[in-house]
């Protein structure tokens, strides 16, 4: 499993353990904003299939945003790396702005930096 780390880079997993997904960081899954979860398909819910669109999702190429929790109960939603990166460029808009790390460095933001790698995988 590839997992983007709070610093940017990217951590490879044992060879004998089985890839998963892509991870997102936490600073920058709560950026993304996600649909209401009683608007989604079961299997969106479960994340076999892009919360953001139909893409049928697998276990080497999944963005994983992390396990939720509310009234609907748990769910796991996980995006393709091109929906995902669509909405890592637009969170970017809305953070960089507000964002002092960013206004005087945007490359020693972590925020900005894996903001931005989501964008760049999305794009692949």
Not at 22 to 49: E, M
Not at 86 to 97: I, V
Request: proline share 7%.
């Amino acid at each position: 499993m590839r997992q983007i780390t709070a610093t940017g880079e990217v951590d490879s997993m044992p060879s004998d353990t089985v890839p998963s997904s892509h991870t997102a960081p936490p600073d920058a899954l709560k950026l993304l904003t996600l649909p209401d979860v009683a608007t989604l398909t079961p299997d969106q819910r479960r994340g076999a299939v892009c919360v953001w669109g139909d893409e049928q999702l697998h276990a080497d190429t999944a963005v994983d945003l992390g396990e939720r929790t509310g009234a609907a109960g748990r769910w796991w939603p996980r995006a393709c790396p091109r929906h995902a990166g669509e909405r890592a460029h637009r969170a970017l808009f809305d953070h960089a702005p507000l964002c002092e790390q960013c206004t005087d460095d945007s490359g020693r933001c972590e925020t900005n930096l894996n903001l931005y790698r989501l964008v760049r995988d999305g794009r692949r």
